[in-house]
């Protein structure tokens, strides 16, 4: 018993729709391969889904551009025309853009003369001049304000520093008033030597030596004759 006849028209259901586009896809490339094969046919397929996907079949000798050109030549019909006069309008807009605003820069920098523009372009121009300038000027008094807080915050810390160290060497020299047996030895090398010598000679001498992470203490104007304690 034959298959009855199918009716051509638009399949509703959408997963009956798409499985015989699958199928019916596969039968047309596998022909047109086999056509290729048998005759030595030239042939070239391009078909898209109403999905958007795309599928084609192209024979091994040849390729689908130069069918393309094949056709154009056979039919008289120019396929790229239209195409192309619509790539050269807008190449032509760009360009025409590019130009204007070549122009309006060498305006602005003043390397380009004044006199072809009438009192409203000039007008413009000044406006968008004035802007430009505040908009640079607000920059800069930005860029000042913000250096000008992180110099404070600086001094602030230097002042806290000094104000600590001046404290330090407040302690320092009550410590040296209420407890007399020590004395102050200098990185002087040989003041040094002379120091030791003298806190070995006596038994209620004790020398210290100020280290080089206090800087401010190197130089107070002592010596070893000013530090002397019995």
């Known amino acids: 018993m034959g298959r009855?006849?199918?009716?051509?028209?638009?399949i509703e259901n959408t997963t009956s729709?798409?499985?015989?586009?699958?199928?019916?896809?596969?039968?047309?490339?596998?022909?047109?391969?086999?056509?290729?094969?048998?005759?030595?046919?030239q042939i070239s397929i391009i078909m898209f889904?109403?999905?958007n996907?795309?599928?084609?079949?192209?024979?091994?000798?040849?390729?689908?551009?130069?069918?393309?050109?094949r056709y154009q030549h056979t039919t008289q019909q120019d396929l790229w025309s239209a195409q192309y006069e619509r790539m050269q309008n807008?190449?032509?807009?760009?360009?025409?853009?590019?130009?204007?605003?070549?122009?309006?820069?060498?305006?602005?920098?003043?390397?380009?003369?004044?006199?072809?523009l009438d009192m409203n372009q000039l007008q413009d121009l000044e406006a968008d001049l004035d802007r430009s300038?505040?908009?640079?000027?607000?920059?800069?008094?930005?860029?000042?304000?913000?250096?000008?807080?992180?110099?404070r915050k600086k001094s602030r810390s230097f002042e806290e520093q000094n104000q600590t160290l001046s404290r330090n060497l407040m302690a320092l020299a009550e410590l040296k008033d209420e407890h007399p047996?020590?004395?102050?030895?200098d990185n002087n090398p040989s003041q040094y030597e002379s120091a030791m010598d003298m806190v070995h000679g006596g038994p209620h001498m004790y020398g210290y030596r100020v280290l080089p992470s206090q800087p401010n203490l190197h130089d107070m104007g002592f010596g070893i004759h000013d530090l002397r304690l019995a």
Do not use: W
């Not at 798409?18 to 094969?37: D, F, H, P, W």
């Not at 060498?106 to 003369?113: H, K, M, N």
């Open 90 to 116: 807008t190449l032509k807009q760009l360009k025409q853009v590019n130009n204007d605003l070549h122009t309006e820069i060498r305006q602005r920098t003043g390397q380009q003369d004044l006199e072809g």
């Open 4 to 10: 009855g006849k199918i009716e051509i028209k638009k």
């Open 53 to 69: 996907k795309h599928y084609e079949f192209c024979s091994p000798s040849t390729d689908i551009k130069s069918m393309y050109d």
């Open 49 to 51: 889904s109403n999905t």
């Open 181 to 185: 047996i020590y004395g102050y030895v």
């Open 133 to 151: 300038l505040t908009a640079v000027r607000n920059r800069k008094y930005n860029q000042i304000t913000t250096k000008t807080e992180t110099c």
């Open 17 to 41: 729709r798409q499985v015989t586009y699958s199928k019916r896809r596969s039968g047309i490339l596998k022909k047109a391969n086999e056509l290729t094969v048998l005759c030595d046919a």
